[in-house]
């Protein structure tokens, strides 16, 4: 086993914080994509994606909990706002702004977006309509070295290899909230073919009420202002080190069914693929169907994941979603 350490935010000496914007190096790598797959979980619509352009690469998870008619046709508003913040970084990375600068003008954009999507639709409660987590990370030179600059808000997870070390970039704050829900969930059992129960809707639902708070939880929202949330990370690697952007589906291989450890789920992706690692989770989960074993809300999530290395930009060929 290598060393590993799960990182949260602020104030952990395993990673450098930065605030300012970045600054000029030599060449700068991209990322060349290793392995990338998705999966819809039991839910209608997969409300993951992921990808990488330029020196970025993301991890983006959508979720759509909201009282009255949806504003979208033929698909969730969670996978309407995932594609719509997949799209932003597509046709313009932030490979030159300061994240904290870039989130402004994404959560302008987006507010202006959904606007637009609501007209002639009923207004919303606060905090009601599609929300999405993300968890971003660009590359620098740093000499004969490569900084990663990373950028989280809510419950994806960036783990990093880098020789025998392995860091967890990750946002805590959705921790008791998701306690809440599953507790809510299984209280009186899974029903079979039952995506969410009524008790855990309504609990999700009475969560939103500390979206975007202090002392709450914290994820893109367009309707409320989310970028006092977003938590910032740094670390410097060899150009031989490994990045694997998950969504918290996919992160049950560890946090919920305790298949593996963080080194132990890096070595599978490396030996099975990400697609390799998301039908041995549908095997383990399939083998729970009323989660009586491994307590969550969903039996299946959405799973995704990305798993890139640092590559010469010149020899970047993107790997699209």
């Given at each position: 086993m290598g060393a590993s350490g799960t990182v949260q935010g602020?104030?952990?000496?395993?990673?450098?914080?930065?605030?300012?914007a970045p600054a000029a190096g030599g060449a700068v790598p991209g990322w060349r994509v290793i392995s990338q797959a998705s999966e819809?979980?039991?839910?209608?619509?997969?409300e993951d994606i992921s990808g990488a352009a330029g020196s970025c690469a993301w991890i983006?998870?959508?979720?759509?909990?909201?009282s009255g008619a949806a504003r979208t046709i033929?698909?969730?508003?969670?996978a309407w706002l995932v594609r719509r913040i997949d799209?932003?970084?597509r046709a313009n990375p932030p490979e030159d702004l300061a994240f904290?600068?870039?989130?402004?003008?994404?959560?302008?954009?987006?507010?202006?977006?959904?606007?637009?999507?609501?007209?002639g639709h009923p207004e919303r409660e606060a905090g009601e309509g599609p929300s999405a987590v993300l968890g971003l990370i660009r590359l620098r030179r740093d000499g004969d070295?490569?900084?990663?600059?990373?950028?989280?808000?809510?419950?994806?997870?960036?783990?990093?290899?880098?020789?025998?070390r392995i860091e967890r970039w990750t946002d805590p704050s959705s921790n008791p909230f998701e306690a809440r829900t599953i507790a809510a969930a299984t209280e009186d059992g899974h029903l079979p073919g039952e995506v969410i129960s009524p008790k855990a809707m309504a609990q999700i639902l009475r969560n939103r009420r500390s979206l975007n708070r202090q002392g709450g939880y914290w994820a893109i929202n367009p309707g409320l202002s989310w970028r006092a949330g977003l938590r910032l990370f740094a670390a410097t690697v060899s150009p031989g080190a490994i990045a694997l952007l998950a969504s918290d589906g996919f992160m049950r291989l560890v946090d919920v069914i305790a298949h593996c450890d963080e080194d132990g789920l890096m070595d599978a992706v490396a030996r099975l693929g990400t697609a390799?690692?998301?039908a041995e989770l549908r095997r383990l989960e399939s083998a729970d169907p009323l989660a009586e074993r491994f307590r969550r809300v969903k039996i299946h999530d959405d799973a995704t994941a990305l798993l890139v290395t640092p590559e010469p930009r010149d020899n970047q060929v993107e790997n699209r979603s």
């Open positions: 602020e104030g952990f000496v395993s990673v450098s914080i930065d605030r300012s819809k979980g039991s839910a209608a619509h997969n983006i998870d959508g979720s759509a909990f909201f033929g698909e969730s508003e969670g799209a932003i970084l904290p600068t870039w989130a402004e003008g994404l959560e302008r954009q987006l507010r202006q977006d959904y606007a637009a999507l609501g007209e070295a490569c900084r990663i600059e990373g950028a989280v808000i809510g419950d994806v997870s960036i783990l990093i290899r880098n020789g025998d390799g690692a998301i």
